[in-house]
């Protein structure tokens, strides 16, 4: 039931009135500014006149969990914790390193409170992990969207692409593009005693050795380039809007410049609010094409990913595609494939491609790889796969391993773009029908691709 525009009662269950605290579970909005689930936390323990205490847990077996990714979780937890403290307010993290772990966390830490408030988040493991805790929970649960500027909810329908959602977006921006406040607790819950034998004390010196303990895939090692937090997202969209905004309108397509803001992990993680980097771009000094240009990616695009997630429930399959796409695609899936490549060579970068193979390295070594880049990595994957089905998968798995901004509705809605998804038929040519084609030749006339090969290949774990 929708309590309001971010609001949704996962469940009908009841307030336990006689309870000692508020809980909010924290899954993807990792930071005390503008997250509108906190708020709504704080304002339900108020109402209560009880404490709230925040949760944040950290599981083993997520599809994916790799030593990048958990070092790139972990960077971010001493400075909330402290952060949290400054608000009065308990905060509690807990990494399941193993099978013999501490179990069912969130559910102890329920049975003192009144109720749960998490976030509503539109893909990966968050949905399902929303519906068991609902189902589970014998308290009230409250999910709450704090991904996007314009709420999820002001669409009843999936947009069929970019020029369908702008016009909604352009009407309702002025309304939502303001400053959030936010808003403190009346009680604090610091001294609230707690049964927590299961946290987990993480300091900037014991990550490595947290992370080793864990029975994840210690085969993706942490990146060099990126550390997780709201503190290092910051020091990047400073630099950012000092440094580079200016050019932002040309300098993004040009993977051999620093030309692009690189915040796309922090807005995964929710270390940043797009509203706190929308409102920072907005007020910048810098030209307004470059500005347009920036908020055109971070708020139509990336909230055209959410809405296609929230209302597609096959976004992780092909099946997420227009008609336009399936018909080329039955026309053309005999076609002879020139080249192909297994898992494990595309994995190791050895294709016939050097600018394909510099990309793949891109991701592999440093958890990101440049969205011009991006785009020609996953068109060459479809033309050097046997079927269209094993090309999707094989984005899927090798995007969401290594890169940290990966698991995203970005990353499904990025995939599926290169199979057509909120795109145009193109002229019909070989393998790929009417499905936009793009190749390494022509993509690399358009920067300095030797640069960036060169670069790439000095890179190092
Ligand atoms: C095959 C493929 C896979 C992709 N996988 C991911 C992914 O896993 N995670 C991810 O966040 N993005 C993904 N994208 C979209 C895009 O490439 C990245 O968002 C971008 O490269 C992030 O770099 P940046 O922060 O420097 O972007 P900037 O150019 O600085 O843009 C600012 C922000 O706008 C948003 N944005 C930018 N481009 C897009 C886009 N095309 N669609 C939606 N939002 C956008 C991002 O949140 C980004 O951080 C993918 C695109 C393709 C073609």
Redesign the pocket.
């Known amino acids: 039931m929708r309590i309001n525009e971010r609001v949704v009662a996962l469940n009908d269950k009841p307030v336990n009135s006689n309870a000692r605290y508020v809980l909010y579970w924290m899954q993807m909005f990792k930071r005390v500014d503008n997250n509108h689930a906190l708020i709504w936390a704080i304002r339900k323990a108020n109402e209560l006149k009880v404490p709230l205490v925040v949760y944040e847990g950290l599981k083993y077996y997520y599809p994916w969990a790799s030593d990048r990714i958990h070092t790139f979780i972990l960077e971010g937890v001493e400075e909330k914790r402290a952060e949290f403290e400054r608000l009065g307010i308990r905060y509690i993290f807990y990494l399941q390193k193993d099978a013999a772990s501490a179990k069912n966390t969130v559910a102890a830490l329920a049975k003192d409170a009144a109720l749960i408030v998490t976030d509503d988040f539109p893909c990966f493991i968050i949905p399902e992990h929303n519906r068991r805790i609902a189902e589970r929970a014998e308290i009230a649960v409250h999910a709450v969207d704090s991904n996007g500027i314009v709420p999820m909810s002001k669409f009843d329908k999936e947009e069929y692409a970019a020029y369908t959602i702008r016009p909604k977006i352009k009407k309702l921006l002025d309304r939502y593009l303001v400053p959030l406040a936010n808003e403190t607790v009346e009680h604090s819950s610091i001294d609230l005693d707690i049964d927590t034998d299961f946290e987990t004390l993480v300091t900037s010196d014991n990550i490595p050795d947290l992370v080793a303990e864990c029975d994840i895939d210690h085969s993706v090692p942490a990146s060099t380039v990126y550390h997780g937090g709201t503190v290092k997202g910051r020091e990047r969209l400073k630099l ?1 809007i000092t440094d580079i905004l200016c050019n ?1 309108d040309k300098a ?1 397509s040009k993977p051999d410049q620093d030309g ?5 992990s922090y ?2 993680f929710g270390f940043l609010s ?1 509203l706190e980097i929308a409102l920072a771009i907005r007020d910048a000094d810098a030209p307004q094409e470059s500005i347009d240009a ?1 908020l055109e ?2 708020i139509v ?2 909230e ?2 959410y809405n296609m997630t929230r209302f597609n429930d096959k976004y992780d399959s092909l099946a997420a595609l227009p008609d336009w796409v399936h018909k080329t695609m039955r026309k053309h899936a005999a076609d002879e494939r020139q080249f192909t490549y297994s898992l494990e060579q595309l994995e190791r970068g050895e294709t016939h491609d050097e600018l394909w193979n510099a990309a793949q390295r891109e991701m592999v070594v440093t958890g ?4 011009y880049v ?2 020609l ?2 068109k060459n994957v479809i033309a050097w796969t046997p079927t269209y089905e094993i090309a999707f998968e094989t ?1 899927v798995h090798l ?2 391993k290594y ?1 940290l ?4 509705p ?2 499904y ?3 599926l ?2 199979f057509g998804k909120h795109d145009r038929p193109w002229m019909e040519r070989e393998v790929f029908g009417q499905i936009r084609y793009m190749t390494s030749g022509s993509t690399g006339k358009k920067f300095d691709s030797k640069k960036y090969i060169a670069w790439t290949k000095m890179l190092k774990i």
């Open positions: 950012f932002y993004r692009s803001s690189r915040l796309s807005l995964h797009p920036y990616e971070l695009r990336r055209l990913s990101e790889m440049h969205n991006r785009m990595w996953g984005l995007n969401n890169c901004d990966g698991r995203n970005n990353s809605a990025g995939i773009w290169c």
